[in-house]
C-alpha cells in the first residue's frame, strides 16, 4: 500500500496553528477552594466535594493561619479544629439578643459584635475574658438589622456597617465615630432603594467596597464618598438576591454571595469591568451569609482576606 502525503495549503496551515497557539493560551476555567458560612458551615473544594462541613448554620468567620476556623453563631463565637474540637469560645452576654460578626486580630484577640439593648464590639483575650469594648451608634433598636460585617482596621480603628442607618462608620477603640460613609445617596436610590450596607471592606488604596443587601448593589466608595464602581443587578442578568458577604481577591476581582439565593446560583465572581468569570451553585452554598475564597486552580489566595 502507497503511503498518502497530504499536502496543507497555506492559508490552512495557518489557520491550525493559531487555533493550536489559542488552544495553548487560553486560559483554564477558575475553580475556587471556599468556606461557607449561612444555611450550612461547610469547605467546598475546588472539585464541588465537601471538606468540611461542621454543625449548624453560621454568620461569619475565617479559615485561621493555623487551619482552625472561626466562626460565630447567632449566639456564641467559636474556633474549631478540623476534626470539630472547640478549642477556644465565646458566648453572648445575657444584656444583648445576638452576635453578628467576628474576627480574630493581629494581637491574639477576637472581635465580637453583639446586637441588642447594647450593642457594641468587644474584644475577647483568648482566656476569654474581655479586653475592649467598644459602644456602637446603630441608629435603630431593631437589634437583627443594628450591624453586620464589623472589621478591625490597620490602624486600629473598626469599620462597621450600620443597615438601617444606611451608613457605615469608622469607630475609634473608644467609640467615637470619625468617619461616615453614607449609602442613601440619591444617585443610588435615596432611602427607597434600601441600600442596607452589610459587608464593608477597606481597600488598600483607601476606597470602601460595600454590599447593599436589599439594594441588591455592590458599590466602591472612594475616601470622599464618591462612587467609583457600581455592579446592579442588570450588570448580573439578575443573580443578586440580597447580596451580604463579599470578598476582593488579589487580582481585583470581587466575589458576592447572595444570602436570599436558596437554590441555583448563589455565588458570583466579576473582573473590574463586571464580567461574570465565575459562579457556584453548590448545595452546601445555597443561603450563604459570607464566606472566604481559599485557593484558586489550587494557588492559595495571598494575603489577609479582604471580606
Given at each position: 500500500?502507497?503511503?498518502?502525503t ?8 495557518f ?6 497557539a ?5 486560559p ?5 477552594s ?5 444555611a ?11 471538606l468540611?462541613?461542621y ?6 468567620g475565617?479559615?485561621?493561619p ?6 460565630a453563631?447567632s ?5 474549631v ?7 477556644f ?6 444584656e ?7 474576627q ?17 464590639l ?14 456602637l451608634?446603630p441608629?435603630?433598636d431593631n ?5 453586620r ?5 490597620k490602624?486600629?480603628n473598626?469599620l462597621?456597617?450600620?443597615?438601617l442607618?444606611f451608613a457605615?462608620k ?9 468617619a ?7 444617585a ?14 477597606r ?6 467596597l ?7 448593589k ?11 464602581w457600581?455592579?446592579v ?5 439578575g443573580?443578586f438576591?440580597?447580596?451580604c ?8 476581582n ?17 473582573n473590574?469591568?463586571?464580567?461574570i ?12 451569609h459570607?464566606?472566604?475564597?481559599l ?7 495571598p494575603g489577609?482576606?479582604l471580606?
Amino acid at each position: 500500500m502507497k503511503k498518502r502525503t497530504v499536502l496543507l495549503s497555506a492559508p490552512l496551515l495557518f489557520s491550525l496553528t493559531a487555533l493550536s497557539a489559542a488552544a495553548a493560551e487560553a486560559p483554564a476555567a477558575r475553580k475556587h477552594s471556599y468556606l461557607v458560612m449561612g444555611a450550612k458551615t461547610a469547605i467546598i473544594g475546588e472539585d464541588g466535594a465537601a471538606l468540611w462541613e461542621y454543625q449548624g448554620g453560621s454568620r461569619d468567620g475565617f479559615v485561621l493561619p493555623s487551619g482552625n476556623i472561626l466562626l460565630a453563631f447567632s449566639d456564641r463565637v467559636e474556633e474549631v479544629t478540623r476534626r470539630g474540637e472547640v478549642v477556644f469560645s465565646y458566648k453572648k452576654s445575657a444584656e444583648n439578643s445576638e452576635i453578628g460578626t467576628t474576627q480574630r486580630l493581629y494581637n491574639g484577640n477576637t472581635l465580637v459584635t453583639e446586637l441588642g439593648a447594647k450593642p457594641r464590639l468587644l474584644e475577647v483575650a483568648p482566656t476569654g475574658t474581655i479586653a475592649r469594648e467598644c459602644p456602637l451608634q446603630p441608629e435603630t433598636d431593631n437589634a437583627h438589622m443594628q450591624t453586620r460585617m464589623a472589621r478591625q482596621l490597620k490602624n486600629g480603628n473598626y469599620l462597621v456597617p450600620h443597615l438601617l442607618a444606611f451608613a457605615i462608620k469608622e469607630y475609634t477603640p473608644d467609640g467615637k465615630v470619625v468617619a461616615t460613609l453614607p449609602t442613601d445617596a440619591a444617585a443610588l436610590g435615596g432611602r427607597p432603594a434600601e441600600n442596607w450596607p452589610f459587608t464593608a471592606i477597606r481597600l488598600d488604596n483607601g476606597n470602601t467596597l460595600t454590599t447593599l443587601t436589599h439594594g441588591n448593589k455592590v458599590v466602591e466608595f472612594n475616601p470622599q464618598g464618591e462612587v467609583v464602581w457600581k455592579v446592579v443587578n442588570e450588570d448580573v442578568k439578575g443573580l443578586f438576591h440580597d447580596p451580604c458577604g463579599a470578598q476582593r481577591l488579589a487580582n481585583g476581582n470581587t466575589v458576592i454571595g447572595s444570602h436570599a439565593a436558596s437554590s441555583g446560583i448563589s455565588m458570583v465572581e466579576l473582573n473590574p469591568a463586571k464580567e461574570i468569570v465565575w459562579t457556584s451553585d453548590h448545595p452546601l452554598a445555597a443561603g450563604v451569609h459570607h464566606f472566604q475564597i481559599l485557593t484558586t486552580n489550587g494557588q492559595a489566595e495571598p494575603g489577609v482576606p479582604l471580606k
